[in-house]
């Protein structure tokens, strides 16, 4: 059973913004760093987007930098991923999991899709 379920994904347009939103249960979130991750194809390794600590200490993969943000609600428990300025080569699914990630905690991810 996945521990994170990711939401928000879908097809947008260059340039334009998806807000993801992941729910973890409150011992999973309330005990670790969080993260976005992604994976551009099958068979392609996944990425740390971004990650969040447990104080709210973040960190971006340097081609996010300054259009991503990624924010945790510590009473809903939930981590999300603001993403402006979207490109093409943003085009993955993207998961959250702790930081580091743990197997067990991988959900579906969610699909962005980025193109005209």
């Known amino acids: 059973q996945a521990q994170m379920v990711e939401s928000g994904g879908g097809l947008v347009q260059p340039g334009g913004s998806l807000r993801l939103s992941c729910a973890a249960s409150r011992f999973i979130f309330s005990t670790n760093d969080m993260a976005w991750y992604r994976q551009a194809a099958p068979g392609k390794p996944r990425e740390l987007v971004a990650s969040i600590t447990l104080g709210g200490r973040t960190n971006y993969l340097d081609s996010v930098e300054g259009r991503f943000t990624i924010s945790r609600d510590n009473e809903k428990n939930t981590v999300d991923l603001q993403m402006n300025s979207l490109k093409p080569e943003d085009t993955a699914v993207y998961y959250c999991?702790?930081?580091?990630?743990?197997?067990?905690?991988w959900g579906q991810g969610t699909q962005v899709t980025v193109s005209s």
């Open positions: 999991n702790t930081r580091p990630t743990w197997n067990a905690y």
